[in-house]
């Protein structure tokens, strides 16, 4: 099982960035992927995730209303939409998969909200 995140980068306050998280060894279909974050100093946070059949996603506050998560079976990919970023979202952001009895977590990429 191997997660691979991308699509991070340095953007201006009030852009936006579309993170990959591309799968390999299982199904995206069959496990609930999840995005996290973490920033300097600070623990890591859950940000949003979809349900093994793609039909229910549930965001933490903060980020509801500006990022969107979705799934491609077809690709085997997990994909982050962010929208209306501010420097709050500066961290480096992970890409975890749970399946029943198990989980695993990608390298993460880095997301930078800087003027």
């Known amino acids: 099982v191997q997660l691979v995140e991308s699509g991070g980068g340095l953007v201006q306050p009030g852009g936006s960035l579309r993170l990959s998280c591309a799968a390999s060894g299982f199904s995206v279909s069959s496990a609930a992927m999840s995005w996290y974050r973490q920033a300097p100093g600070k623990e890591r946070e859950w940000v949003a995730s979809?349900?093994?059949?793609?039909?229910?996603?549930d965001y933490a506050f903060f980020v509801k209303g500006r990022f969107t998560i979705s799934k491609d079976n077809a690709k085997n990919t997990v994909a982050l939409q962010m929208n209306g970023l501010n420097v709050e979202d500066t961290a480096v952001y992970f890409c975890?998969?749970?399946?029943?009895?198990?989980?695993?977590w990608g390298q993460g990429t880095q997301v930078t909200v800087s003027s």
């Open positions: 979809i349900s093994s059949s793609g039909g229910s996603t």
């Open positions: 975890r998969a749970r399946g029943p009895g198990w989980q695993s």
